[in-house]
Structures are given as C-alpha cells and as structure tokens.
C-alpha cells in the first residue's frame, strides 16, 4: 500500500457539522408505512432521530383485537405486531402467516424479574415467521421444557414474554401467539379494541 493522502483522508472525513465530503451520512429511514428509504442525513439530525426514536415508540397504542388482523387473499398479517408492555414493534405487515391448526399450552406472561410461571393457558391461534431475519424485535429464551424441546419468544426491549414458542425439531419455526400481541396500523390507530 501506498503513503497516506491527507488531502484525501480530509474530503473522506467527516466535518464538525457531520457531513462527510459535504454530503452527509448514508441511512435508511422507516416510513410511518413500516418501509424503507435511503437518505443522507448529517451527525446533528442523526442524533435528533435517535433521541426522538423513543418518543415515537411511546406514541406507538397497539390494541387489543379479538380477531386476528389478516390479509384475507395472502393469510399474512395486515398490521404491526407489537409488545403489549412497551409498544415496541415485533414484525411488520405482511411478514407473518395465521395459523390456527395446533394447541399450544404456553405459561402466562410475566417480565424476567418475576418469577410467576405456575400456571398458562392453551392457545390455538399463532402468527406463523418461518424467518428469524423477519422480526423487529424477538428474545429467544434458552431451551425450556423437561427435555429442553422449546424456546420461548419474548420482547427483546422489555423482556415481557412469553409472547411466542419455537420448538427445537423445527428451529425455523417462530409462532406469536395473537392473544399476546398488540396490533397497529398508522391509517387506523382508532381500531376497535376488544374487551
């Protein structure tokens, strides 16, 4: 390699305002949408996003729906999963498949610190990722069970769970339990809730 060009590691570099070569910082920026865009941004707004990053969340009131939201033609979830403790998004639309053929038997929900996981109930409706890249937000638990055959799912800012299963002989296989998720759409955040 070569001497070092100070005049090209200035351009390169960014300035006190952020903004490297006068162009600003490469991001992607989430759309109210739950999409993606590129934008520059320079180091005085990038900070702004972050600070407000969780006021915006704190906005974020999933509901409560008695039936699942669902794409009727695609079977995918028409709104944003979210954690019914802090409101932080789990999955986006469209990224999850319903699936209501099993019964699965998961403890009741409770943060880490407590230690209430006596009891549970038997659960039969499950949103269905067969990809772990798909998820906002998920914590895997260690391998729960006699034989250590499942693990559970929980919000990873939270740690409220449990809010779904993977069992080991199908690692692939996330399933969100809908009765243990919020549910928000930006164009109908006034849904109905169910009691």
Known sequence: SGPINPEIMAE?????????GGG???VRVENPDGT??????NLADILAALKSQSTKKKELKGVKLENPPLDEETKKNAQ???????????????KATLIEDRKI????????????????????????VSDQFQFENIAVSKPTGNSADFRYLACSDCDL???GIRFNVKPAEFLIAHDRVHYYTPATSSAKTSS
């Open 80 to 94: 944003f999963l979210l954690c019914t403790q802090c409101n932080c998004k789990i999955i986006k639309p469209n």
């Open 24 to 26: 600003g910082f490469p």
């Open 161 to 163: 769970g449990p809010i």
């Open 12 to 20: 390169q570099a960014p300035t006190s305002s952020g903004q490297a």
């Open 105 to 128: 038997f998961m403890h009741n929900m409770s943060l880490r610190e407590e230690d209430q996981k006596q009891s549970g109930e038997e659960l039969t409706k499950f949103w269905l």
């Open 36 to 41: 993606q865009t590129n934008a520059t941004m």
